[in-house]
Nanobody, 124 residues
Framework: QLQASGGGLVQTGGSLRLSCAASGSKFDVYGMGWFRQAPGKEREFVAGITRIGNVTKYGDSVKGRFSIAKDSTKNTVYLQMSSLNAEDTAVYYC???????????????????WGQGTQVTVSS
């Protein structure tokens, strides 16, 4: 029920925007976010946003470069990525929380729903 798109190949310093559409009306009451996993590395929290979009949180490695936003009318979350570098190369996963929270969870175990992943490759 989570369909991510927007991944691809980009040069160092470039930008990409990922989108994740949630099907089913239940997702409009949950927080959503993004994780990523690079080959040989652990899954990493990237960014998250609360149900109504009033609270956001970012992983330390992307602060100041990535921005998350949510269109509740479309049940869609966006991740705008700028100043990309090789360390951002990974499979990016969209996630949705099935627990109502006033904060953004950053643990992967907090998210019950995961999209199929979209590859982002940054070339030098």
């Amino acid at each position: 029920q989570l369909q991510a798109s927007g991944g691809g190949l980009v040069q160092t310093g470039g930008s990409l925007r990922l989108s994740c559409a949630a099907s089913g009306s239940k997702f409009d009451v949950y927080g959503m976010g993004w994780f990523r996993q690079a080959p040989g590395k652990e899954r990493e929290f990237v960014a998250g946003i609360t149900r109504i979009g009033n609270v956001t949180k970012y992983g330390d490695s992307v602060k100041g470069r990535f921005s998350i936003a949510k269109d509740s009318t479309k049940n869609t979350v966006y991740l705008q990525m700028s100043s990309l570098n090789a360390e951002d190369t990974a499979v990016y996963y969209c996630v949705a929380d099935r627990v109502r929270r006033m904060y953004v969870a950053s643990l992967s175990t907090s998210y019950a729903y995961w999209g199929q992943g979209t590859q982002v490759t940054v070339s030098s």
